[in-house]
């Protein structure tokens, strides 16, 4: 069982920035990928970011290339995605999510462990 847990949410103007972590807890693998959704009100969950444990590989949506930073921690069992340039589309809830493979994948389904969300809500 994999556990985590989103924080780094909360309100700010456009033009803003934000850093959002998951901490990963539990039965953790060193080739697990881990990723970022988001969900806006009234709209699917779309895949933002995704980045392999062991490799540093990352792999972005178009939507927030060039704004968007993914990285992580290891020894701290943590992922980070570093949000700048923020726009009021980039409000939604954020999610952090497991897969235990080594590879990454941008489908929502092919990860197993979900985090509770952390809502991001930016201001014009």
């Known amino acids: 069982q994999v556990q985590l847990v989103e924080s780094g949410g909360g309100l700010v103007q456009a033009g803003g920035s934000l850093r959002l972590s998951c901490a990963a807890s539990g039965r953790t693998f060193s080739w697990s990928t881990m990723a970022w959704f988001r969900q806006a009100p009234g709209k699917e969950r779309e895949f933002v970011a995704a980045i392999t444990w062991t490799g540093g590989n990352t792999y972005y949506a178009d939507s927030v290339k060039g704004r968007f930073t993914s990285s992580r921690d290891n020894a701290k069992n943590t992922v980070y995605l570093q949000i700048n340039s923020l726009k009021p589309e980039d409000t939604a809830v954020y999610y952090c999510?497991?897969?235990?493979?080594?590879?990454?994948?941008?489908?929502?389904?092919?990860?197993?462990?979900w985090g509770q969300g952390t809502q991001v809500t930016v201001s014009s």
């Open positions: 999510a497991a897969r235990l493979k080594p590879t990454i994948s941008s489908w929502d389904y092919d990860y197993r462990y």
